[in-house]
């Protein structure tokens, strides 16, 4: 089993940045791929992005393409997202996820959630 907790979000404004953390607990996420996926109300969750099990590896949506970062440290059991140039639409709950498999972006190919973490972009 992995536990994920979600922190860092917050309300920002358009333009600005945060970064989100994911910290695992239970079974190490080295071997695991992780990503990020959101949320916004009344839409369905969309794919984010996704880092490869040792990290050499990343792929994102084209919706953050260039203004997300996702990274890991396995030694910390963490996973981070930086966000810069924040847009309102990337208003949503942000979750991370685990998976087996790399690269996968479908919400049903990740086998653990965290409880996810707000993040609000005022225009």
């Known amino acids: 089993q992995v536990q994920l907790v979600e922190s860092g979000g917050g309300l920002v404004q358009a333009g600005g940045s945060l970064r989100l953390s994911c910290a695992a607990s239970?079974?190490?996420?080295?071997?695991?791929?992780m990503g990020w996926f959101r949320q916004a109300p009344g839409k369905e969750r969309e794919f984010v992005a996704t880092?490869?099990?040792?990290?050499?590896?990343?792929y994102y949506a084209d919706s953050v393409k260039g203004r997300f970062t996702i990274s890991r440290d396995n030694a910390k059991n963490t996973v981070y997202l930086q966000m810069n140039m924040l847009k309102p639409e990337d208003t949503a709950v942000y979750y991370c996820?685990?998976?087996?498999?790399?690269?996968?972006?479908?919400?049903?190919?990740?086998?653990?959630w965290g409880q996810g973490t707000q993040v609000t972009v005022s225009s």
């Open positions: 239970g079974r190490a996420i080295r071997n695991y791929a």
């Open positions: 880092i490869s099990s040792t990290g050499g590896s990343t």
């Open positions: 996820a685990a998976s087996p498999r790399y690269p996968r972006t479908r919400s049903n190919d990740y086998d653990y």
